[in-house]
């Protein structure tokens, strides 16, 4: 692999002046699409990367986005870097204890305030000594108006001298593990993760992108925005959750990554319009099969994506036979923070479904010890912002430690197990890794979101939201079909790992009450926190089943 790549700045400058007129950005607000052109948005960036450099931001200073995905967050993004700045991409829904640390931590001189749920409370996050600017379209109090800022300057010219190997942007971890970390990033390292992936997937070109996961997310940032920049490709985005549907539909990109929770809702529309013993019975009819399958990829919008994705966090086995079997073949990927998400993915017509891939070109991979994925490329963070101690301690052999246990096939296919540091003992003193066991409880479709806990206690247990089907069972044939499902998850695990209760909460497990994540994983150590004070009792109870 040619190590001299572009930086996201070379190619944005490329495209600007290759097709001024054509289409980059366009995003619905108030169900009106808001369209720029390459040369548009070229020119609004330009003009905010000069009032940035005559305002008092300097070479190196950290500067953070606070939005929602947006056209103007990629145009903040770009004109952060055009600025000789550093960019700090945050969550927009995090909580306003956690902005302070943040900020604090990474001493950003300046923020980009956009969509926002709650814009009021989060501002309180913000310190009052940075320089504040909004976006057009979602004006913010006390802030510096966008459109004002652009009138007022003129364009930078050229193409900005951008050392490769400088720090582009700390991205801050979601804190499945504890408190977030600041990853550093080069542009090097970025330039270089994009041209793995085009060469490990030559077939991808001028393409459509639908975005809406946080464009914070190594993921979403690395698949949608750089690859809509390095390719001079289009992106459009979601108004809102609640628009999600009909936005997918309007854009019908030819390139969609989803986490397996929004898969799994998908999956449950599909349906509540189709049940699933109608869609056995179509595609069990050959040229009704072909029509079924052509209309439910249209209607999603997904009729001509040609490569969709998966990843984040593990999707079940089953999910993946399902949407295979109406025609949508979802191709699992694997990657963390740490390593720009380049690590493994399952390519176009070589999917393994079970495995997250075979490695991208330039990526070196080992098991370590307790059979620990260890990874090696240019794409690995630099370190940990101001903690060059807990930087050290992930790398060996400049190999990065993931933390995740695995195994690797004679063609080079990567099956994750779990993570190891999620393992613990029960009181009978072996260990339990709870992925597996959770595992096997979604595979039955009776649970939505589970967690296996019980670290020192005599058995494990499973605290779990229902899955929509459970939910429409009535109540004695709800708590019959638990007690069957946890006698048969029981009689494929080890002794050991046996479950002795499941216990039903009431409450979802969801981003605002912060038992998951902003990518909707499992926040392993607030639901300890959050429920850990009645497991003695819960274990001790006589019932199985218990609905809290």
Known sequence: MNENVATIIDKFCEFEAERPGKLFLAEPVKGVYQRFTWGEAGNQIRRMAAALQQNGLQKGDKVAILSKNCAHWVMADLA????????????????????????????????????????EESCKGVPGN????????????????????????????GKPAIDPYSLACIVYTSGTTGQPKGVMHTFHAIGFAVQAFLLT?????????????????VAERMLVECGTIFTGSSVYFVESMETFAKNLADTKPTVFLAVPRIWEKIQENILKKIPQKKLDRLLSIPVVSSLIKHMIKKKLGLGRARFIYTGASPIKLSLLQWYARIGIVIQEAYGMTENLALSHSNRQNAVRFGTVGQSYLGVEVRLGKDNEVQVKSPASMIGYYKEPAMSAACFEDGFLKTGDEGSIDADGYLTITGRIKDQFKTSKGKYIMPAVVEARLLETGLVAQV????????????????SEMATQHDPETRHSALKKMLHTVNTNLEQHEHLVKIIVLAEEWTVANELLTPTLKIRRKM?????????????KRTETVIFV
């Open 130 to 157: 940075l320089v504040r600017i909004t976006f057009p379209f979602y004006p913010n109090k006390d802030c510096i108006n966008w459109n004002e800022w652009v009138a007022a300057h003129a364009p930078i010219t």
């Open 201 to 217: 997937n030559p077939t991808v070109g001028e393409e459509v992108f639908f975005s809406y996961l946080p464009l914070c997310h």
């Open 527 to 539: 639901i300890d926190a959050r429920f850990g004070e009645h497991y003695e009792a819960w274990i």
């Open 80 to 119: 952060i870097a055009m600025a000789g700045c550093i960019c700090v991409p945050l969550y927009p829904n995090v909580t306003t204890d956690a902005l302070r640390e943040i900020f604090a931590h990474s001493e950003c001189k300046a923020v980009f305030i956009g969509k926002l749920d709650n814009p």
């Open 451 to 466: 967690c296996v806990v019980g670290s020192g206690m005599p058995g494990a247990m499973a605290l779990c939201n229902l």
